[in-house]
């Protein structure tokens, strides 16, 4: 699919990151990667305009712990009227119910979304990964069968990654497909499934090709959750919230139309699957209802807090970077790029990010977690759930492991 090229139209040229080569490995690291700087475009204010006018009519949650961790949280309604003002499948193609937008108009839809807080947990599979998979390596059929009601907020989607035995290493996979007349027989259980219980589909790493063994024999599969044979069974995490889930398949048959690309090609494609998935700016803005709720605080108290002052100036000084470089990987993403190293930076960076801001807000402010302010309330949440922030999407030691290797140290 031929997309419009954001680097044409932000008219800031590509640059290395490493121009002198003194360094001993500068040269591989600047074939490894690059963060360009990035300009929004000049339009990006009537979008941030129109997506704010859309929040208007369309609040988020009152509660203040609802809009934390927000993509996280799913409400169907919402998604639904999300889709039908344009703003979910933006870049895709009309034909498939998309708007063509450009990339980075989408990205500041994103961002205002999750600034506010929005409860945008139900679609955000579907839009962020699945949807660009399928344009990517789907066939038509899957295109036209799956895109529009993804576009339009109704048909939502689950990662099925994770399994017993494989979740940092996906080369584990077990779960596996069977070919048999007329399409595929699936057995297997995959684990950590998020918002499986409010999904229509999962993209499912299988494993196609009996024998095979690590990355070689896995495919890709677009699985319609109420087939036959399938069981959806919730896990409950520590906070007492069903998020996860376990899903079991139990000799469910699905048709040759159900593989996603190329039979055996699933590891290859699953990689650029994860760069789509780690890079955007919900892996930094988890945690920014809190930090919006104690600069509100700071600024009705008016307190001569020294100590205060200075952690909201960190906090949005890296929040500030962190966009910089979430956007520049977008960029390189709507250029039909992979950026896999930029994106675990990405990733890693800004997990780090939105797991200390709970934790220096907490050191500052002499705060009761079991009090019912705002500001109590959605501290002891982020408290409580902000070390999953580093786990999902992958763990930052693999990701640590993916930058050393981009970076040829590994
Ligand atoms: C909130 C949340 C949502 C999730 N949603 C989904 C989902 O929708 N779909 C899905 O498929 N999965 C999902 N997951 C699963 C998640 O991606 C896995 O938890 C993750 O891949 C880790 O796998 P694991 O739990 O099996 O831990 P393990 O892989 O067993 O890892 C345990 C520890 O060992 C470390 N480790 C593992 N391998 C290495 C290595 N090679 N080098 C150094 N250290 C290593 C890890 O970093 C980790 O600290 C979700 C997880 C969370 C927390």
């Not at 490493?18 to 360094?23: D, F, L, N, P, V």
Request: proline share 5%; with cysteine.
């Amino acid at each position: 699919m031929q997309r419009p090229t954001d680097l044409e139209r932000r008219g800031t040229p590509r640059k290395p990151l490493h121009t002198t080569g003194a360094a001993r490995h500068s040269s591989r690291v600047t074939a490894a990667f690059a963060l360009p700087p990035y300009q929004p475009p000049a339009d990006a204010a009537a979008v941030r305009a129109e997506v704010r006018a859309f929040l208007a009519a369309n609040p988020p949650p009152a509660d203040a712990v609802r809009r934390a961790n927000c993509w996280s949280v799913a409400d169907a309604g919402f998604s639904r009227a999300l889709g039908a003002a344009g703003f979910i499948g933006m870049v895709w193609p009309r034909a498939y119910g998309g708007h063509e937008r450009p990339a980075m108009a989408r990205y500041v839809v994103l961002e205002e979304l999750l600034a506010a807080g929005a409860s945008v947990g139900a679609h955000w599979i579907a839009d962020r990964q699945t949807g660009p998979l399928l344009l990517r390596y789907g066939s038509e059929a899957q295109r036209r069968k799956y895109l529009p009601g993804m576009a339009a907020g109704t048909l939502f989607a689950c990662i099925g990654l994770s399994e017993p035995g494989a979740g940092s290493d996906l080369a584990a996979v077990r779960s596996r497909a069977e070919k048999v007349p007329g399409g595929w027989r699936i057995n297997g259980q995959k684990l950590w499934t998020s918002g499986a219980h409010n999904a229509h589909a999962m993209l499912a790493l299988l494993r196609s090709e009996a024998g095979s063994e690590r990355q070689s024999g896995l495919s890709q599969f677009l699985i319609d959750l109420d087939t036959p044979g399938i069981s959806v069974r919730p896990v409950i995490d520590l906070v007492g919230n069903h998020d996860f889930n376990e899903v079991f398949f139990d000799d469910v048959l699905v048709g040759e139309d159900a593989l996603v690309g190329v039979e055996g090609e699933g590891w290859r494609q699953v990689t650029a699957e994860l760069a789509l998935e780690r890079s955007g700016p919900e892996r930094y803005l988890s945690s920014q209802a809190l930090l919006v709720a104690v600069i509100d605080a700071a600024r009705v108290a008016k307190a001569d807090n020294a100590a205060l002052n200075a952690v909201i100036g960190k906090l949005v000084a890296e929040l500030w970077t962190l966009r910089q470089m979430s956007m520049a990987t977008a960029a390189m993403l709507a250029d039909g790029a992979d950026p896999v190293v930029e994106a675990a930076i990405v990733k890693d960076l800004g997990n780090d990010y939105e797991q200390r801001v709970p934790m220096m807000v907490q050191a500052v402010l002499d705060i009761d977690l079991d009090g019912s302010t705002e500001l109590a309330r959605v501290l002891a949440h982020l408290l409580q759930v902000s070390p999953s922030f580093s786990l999902r999407g992958g763990t930052r030691e693999v990701l640590r492991g993916i930058i050393a290797r981009g970076l040829g140290l590994r």
